[in-house]
């Protein structure tokens, strides 16, 4: 999940217009706090009108940053910067690159910027596909046109998908101009190019749920995997390659599923793994959308459900592209570690003799690190095989199929006034789907000999091979040692870690050192074994029969703070590893530096040097190549800017190196109209100590044209849950927008980060393991009461709550359980119950329904039911039709109860919109929802 939606909306004077003063009743029958007159909210049309307005004005604060650099050394005096950026006042990035002197240094002037690519014919722009659009979904990506690309240093050449398709180009070292780039041949939507490494020109990617090569200098393509038939029936087509399944890409954030050798040790010959997704057994679910005539399908793993499974593949390449063979993992990967689940990460290590993995168990309380010799890639892949498993896979699918829309309540159930169209269109969806169901009964009946006969057959055949691989795996010797007088072929597990006490958090903390002998790998590895996420140096001895002898273990970095989950050097020749941490403060992101040679020496770990400056957050790209950083940072009250600096030997006695600035990258350069918001939109950041001892943070918009003498209404805009941090001294811009919005409206608008929340340490965050839904809303109830102590103008007679997604789940939580606190609530995009999300989020935190059935009970919304307020006017539930995260059967589960229990509630829906809001007009329509629901309840 760890969804923090845009936050879209503006702000204006508040002053609103009126039609008549009311004494609002408080909650428990008396008059308000000192029997308050309010207005009553502006009409929705001048409320819209004024949104609209607001938009114009806060959008000044979108701030222009570049992102995804890359470094390129075009000699030994200049390199070359890459980045992606949004021209002008627009939303839709393209690339640029910046020529950086590297014998200059001291100097903060700015560098001279310019486009890579030749746009003006808007060959990025146009309409992305649906793959495109779930893909961004997965990523959180905010901004259109190019998103990600591929560079390969040594010779320039650039790769990026947009509209549906793939483009390259070779940019020179010295460029006459921006270049129009190559298209590849459309016919098919291309996602994820990935260059090979010693051979450029070729480029593998995904197309139609399968991995392919093209050429790019004769122009071909080569098919590498047969895996996906295209027949449109998913229920049928069970198997793909190259494409990570959902939960790996909204739980686990790994969204590629092919990796190229990074060395070619044999001439002519290349290798590309790739993973083979089976989802056979995975549910299926269905979206009705208003502008289709069938319903969008997904393959979604619930709690306690079937999971897709993995298998790695090596494919074979020759220097045209042409695949010579396909290779098998013996054993495969089920059989090396048979309680694992979740293929979470995967690469080579840098010689490109070995890959390896990290196997994560279902209950995501152990975590393995895997070493699998190239070797141990020796079988053919039986085209036999093959078909057999096709056919097995979309026979014994056929019977696990669930029909989302089918569980919702009717039209009128759901107390929402829907288009006439979308009413019929729903009404046809039944209708088709009866008769599918009545069609599926009679084929089960017919199928359900044969779907023995083959599962029989199937079971025959994996027992077979179990024990033939069983006996294999006794043998000392799988064939040829991979080195002369070297390890035998056998996978090594690296490393094991359990942790049984709350999760295994997956990051991106791995580096593998490359000046090593042939059986001793050294590396660093993030681990949370401390009860804080830091760094450790490892060096081990791959001895026989796959086992592993530990020399050396120690801490880099260590104390009660925590290293952030990606953003990790090394440099080798110098013994230095760089690192992103929290260690000077939980609210601010900052480069550091230690010695692995002092840590050795120490055998344990020494005190990090921090390399950016403090009173800001920092995001960091590093070249240990050339020595050079740059780092964009901002703060609360600084939109923020982007310098270059050069890492240079230490200037004084104690310190490992020394920083230069070398120049500006995109200085800030803060408008008129930024100057004029920053008094209105800088938020205050407060400390909060609870009364069982930790402390949280907390950010407090106060009302424009703020008068300390009166009292404001307060909402809370909350998010609670794991993974996300709401509050850092970092600017925001136009992702407060709609914060600004209510403050501008006369609101203080308070965000907390209670227990649970991201980046503070296991037990941090580990409160609410088995037990979410039910602890948070103490944690920010407390916290709310002691601003109050501190802030007398916080009017707690008059709070309301609004969340996205966890934390549209907190504020339908708020209301149930403290509806004698919390006045009005809005719920976007809520988690209902959680036993309809997927496998990979919900069992991280509350285990398997299977081992914790009262936790999911205590944490289902539904128990709560009774306990909503019978005034209307309290509850506002928000959401997309198409929701493909939290699905829209979770808001009808809701409904459904609220009915039967007579509660009152409204209903927003948006027909055409997902998990989070994407569309101008949507997000304009529910500011204004949002505005006249809190200013009418408050």
Known sequence: MSWKCNSGGGGSDGNGGCDAAIVRPSINGSSSHNNRNIQAPPRWTDLHSRVKEMRRTYSQLFVKTPTKIKFRLISDDVLRIYFLLCPGQGREATLFYADLSLSVIGSSSPLSVQEVLDTTNQFIWRRTSREEQLLSERRRCSMWGITHYQLHPETGTLAFPAASTIFYCQHPILPAGAMAPKELPTGKVRLNPQLCPSSPHLMAYSASKDVYIYNTKTNSEYRVSHCHLGTGCLDQDPLSAGVPAYVMQEEFSRYQGYWWQPKTWEAGLHRLLYEEVDESQVLIVQFMSPDQSCPEEFRFPRAGANNATSRLRLAEVSTEGKVLRVLQLVPELELIAPWYQYLVRVGWTPCGQYVWCQLLERRQRRLDLILLPLGLFSQVLSQKEFQFRQHSSTSHDSMRSLNVVSTQPTVQQQNVSLPVSHVHQMHQHQMHQQQHEMHQQDMHQRQHEMLQQEMHQRQHEMHQRQQEMHQQMQQPV?????????????????????????????????????????????????????????????????????????????????????????????????????????????????????????????????????????????????????????????????????????????????????????????????????????????????????????????????????????????????????????????????????????????????????????????????????????????????????????????????????????????????????????????????????????????????????????????????????????????????????????????????????????????????????????????????ETQLLHFLLKGL
């Open 478 to 926: 799988f064939g040829q040692s991979l080195h002369q007088n070297g390890p035998a072929l056998m996978p090594y597990t690296i490393l094991s870690e359990c942790n049984e006490d709350s999760w295994i958090d997956v990051h991106c903390l791995l580096y593998w050192f490359k000046n090593d002998e042939s059986t001793i790998r050294s590396f660093v590895w993030g681990s949370e074994e401390s009860g804080h996420r830091h760094l450790y140096f490892y060096r081990v001895r791959l001895a026989g029969c796959g086992t592993v002898q530990v020399q050396h273990k120690v801490a880099l970095t260590g104390g009660d703070w925590s290293v952030l989950s990606k953003g990790l050097w090394v440099d080798e020749d110098r013994g230095l590893v760089y690192f992103m941490g929290l260690r000077d403060t939980p609210l601010e992101q900052h480069l550091y530096v230690v010695s692995v040679s002092e840590a050795l020496s120490r055998s344990s770990w020494a005190t990090p040097h921090r390399l950016t400056a403090l009173g800001y957050s920092h995001t960091v790209y590093l070249s240990i190549e050339s020595q050079v950083f740059v780092t964009r940072y901002s703060s609360v009250n600084f939109p923020g800017s982007s310098q270059v600096y050069r890492i240079c030997p230490p200037e004084h006695p104690g310190l490992l190196v020394s920083t230069r600035i070398c120049a500006e990258l995109l200085p800030h350069a803060a408008s008129e109209g930024v100057r004029d918001l920053l008094p209105l939109v800088v938020p205050d950041i407060v400390p909060v100590e609870l009364s069982s001892g930790p402390t949280l943070y907390a950010m407090l918009f106060k009302p424009h044209n703020f008068k300390c003498d009166r009292k404001y209404p307060v909402v809370l805009h909350i998010y609670g849950g794991p993974q996300v941090q709401l509050v850092t001294n970092s600017f925001k811009g136009c992702r407060h927008m709609r914060m600004h919005m209510l403050a501008s409206h006369e609101m203080c608008v308070v965000s907390i980060d209670s227990r649970g929340s991201d980046n503070r340490g296991v037990h941090f965050q580990a409160h609410i393991k088995n037990r979410m839904g039910t602890v948070e809303i103490e944690d920010q109830v407390e916290a709310l009461l002691i601003l109050r102590e501190r802030f007398p103008f916080l009017d707690l007679e008059r709070v309301g709550v609004f969340g996205w997604s966890y934390g549209g789940y907190l504020s339908l939580m708020a209301l149930a359980q403290r509806g004698d606190f919390f006045k009005v609530a809005v719920a976007g995009a809520p988690v209902v119950n959680w036993a309809y999300y997927d496998t990979g989020y919900t069992e991280r935190y509350m285990d398997t329904p299977e081992h914790n059935s009262t936790g999911y009970k205590n944490s289902s919304v539904l128990s709560f039911v009774k306990n909503f307020p019978d005034e209307e006017g309290r509850l506002l539930i928000v959401q997309g039709v198409i929701d493909e995260n939290v699905h829209f059967c979770h808001t009808s589960a809701l409904i459904q109860h609220l009915v039967a229990a007579g509660k009152p509630y409204q209903l927003q829906v948006y027909p055409r919109e997902r998990h989070c809001l994407r569309q101008l007009d949507s997000n304009e329509h529910f």
